[in-house]
T-cell receptor, first 116, second 113 residues
Framework: DTGVSQDPRHKITKRGQNVTFRCDPI?????LYWYRQTLGQGPEFLTY????????KSRLLSDRFSAERPKGSFSTLEIQRTEQGDSAMYLC??????????????FGPGTRLTVL | AQTVTQSQPEMSVQEAETVTLSCTYD???????LFWYKQPPSRQMILVIR??????QNATENRFSVNFQKAAKSFSLKISDSQLGDTAMYFC??????????FGTGTRLKVLA
């Protein structure tokens, strides 16, 4: 297993377009998280899944954002009608629900979104 | 609300020297976890060190150690024998119960040759 992967690594789009990002977690991990990181800031939580269930969503996740994790494996994050303020690095992380794991999250390389 | 504060936006250290990065947090939870993550330029975040709040002993991982002061809600990271490869953004993170991480704004560390 090579860790958490994200696709694409970079995405440039025009304002108003829809974009979709994919995250493949570490295979045995049942939790998956999405964060957003803007320049000079720490990552901010967006949402998380336990298996296929989306258990928490941040108020940062407006109705233009939707995330899915069908079958509890990979996840997609879609942004509809993108705005320039959506420009950021979108990070995915996964973790194992295990009492000995400290809930350590393993991060992917991120998808950098630029909205023109 | 739970918050994490890193008050040092940038720091530099000479190679082989020791540097300490500061982190304070605020929570009403009694049990939680604290982490330091490293984000090298254009590379993904990796865990440096972690600490459970109920453990009084400070965590140590090779050249990295923490000073965890629960009453003061302080969690600083000490890097000994700094190496050029330690150059990165360092984020302090907190989690309790809900599993999501709350991150500080980061400290950019530059190790000078």
């Amino acid at each position: 297993d090579t860790g958490v992967s994200q696709d694409p690594r970079h995405k440039i789009t025009k304002r108003g377009q829809n974009v979709t990002f994919r995250c493949d977690p570490i295979s045995e991990h049942n939790r998956l998280y999405w964060y957003r990181q803007t320049l000079g800031q720490g990552p901010e939580f967006l949402t998380y899944f336990q298996n296929e269930a989306q258990l928490e969503k941040s108020r940062l996740l407006s109705d233009r954002f939707s995330a899915e994790r069908p079958k509890g494996s990979f996840s997609t994050l879609e942004i509809q009608r993108t705005e320039q303020g959506d420009s950021a690095m979108y990070l995915c992380a996964s973790s194992l629900d295990d009492s000995s794991s400290y809930n350590e999250q393993f991060f992917g390389p991120g998808t950098r979104l630029t909205v023109l | 609300a739970q918050t994490v504060t890193q008050s040092q936006p940038e720091m530099s250290v000479q190679e082989a020297e020791t540097v300490t990065l500061s982190c304070t947090y605020d929570t009403s939870e009694s049990n939680y976890y604290l982490f330091w993550y490293k984000q090298p330029p254009s590379r993904q975040m990796i865990l440096v060190i972690r600490q459970e709040a109920y453990k009084q002993q400070n965590a140590t991982e090779n050249r990295f150690s923490v000073n965890f002061q629960k009453a003061a809600k302080s969690f600083s990271l000490k890097i000994s024998d700094s190496q050029l490869g330690d150059t990165a953004m360092y984020f302090c993170a907190f989690t309790a119960g809900t599993y999501k991480y709350i991150f500080g704004t980061g400290t950019r560390l530059k190790v000078l040759a």
